[in-house]
């Protein structure tokens, strides 16, 4: 809780336990410590996480951040894994964390998918409006234009 917006780059060799909640951290660094194992940055502004983690890392708290995907690869001792309140569905009371990795960017990827449809549906309405409106469509007959050649 220190309005802190960054980490350094560069943190303590042998650093077990980094608690930044509660701050408006953006990013965190790709080059956290190979030592740690608890990790909380909860109540952030982080949209995106390092595509590696730690790979001591057994606990790890993303909670109320704006993120919409996890990285693909988590460490493989990673037993407490708390995200909920991001862009993204809740963990399921069973779901393993791989299961849950997979599920969240399966559902990132459905929504960039969804984003992606609906702005061409509308820039396609948009060129259909400016290119083949009407009045415009009238007067290009007017000009004796053949409009089943077009």
Known sequence: ?????SL???LPVGLIEIDCSHNRLTRLSNTLP??????YVSDNQLTTLPDTLPPALTSFFCNSN???TL???LPAGLTNLYCWNNNFPDREVN??????????????????KD???ARCACVFEE?????????RVERLMLLGMDMEDM
């Open 1 to 5: 809780k220190n309005q802190l917006v």
């Open 71 to 73: 990285p693909d690869t």
């Open 34 to 39: 190979t030592s740690l194992t608890h990790l």
């Open 115 to 117: 984003r992606i449809v």
């Open 95 to 112: 779901e393993s964390i791989p299961e849950y990795v997979a599920r969240v960017n399966a559902f990132a990827e459905k929504a960039s």
């Open 127 to 135: 060129l259909a409006q400016t290119v083949w409106h009407p009045s």
């Open 8 to 10: 350094p780059d560069t």
């Open 66 to 68: 704006r993120l919409t």
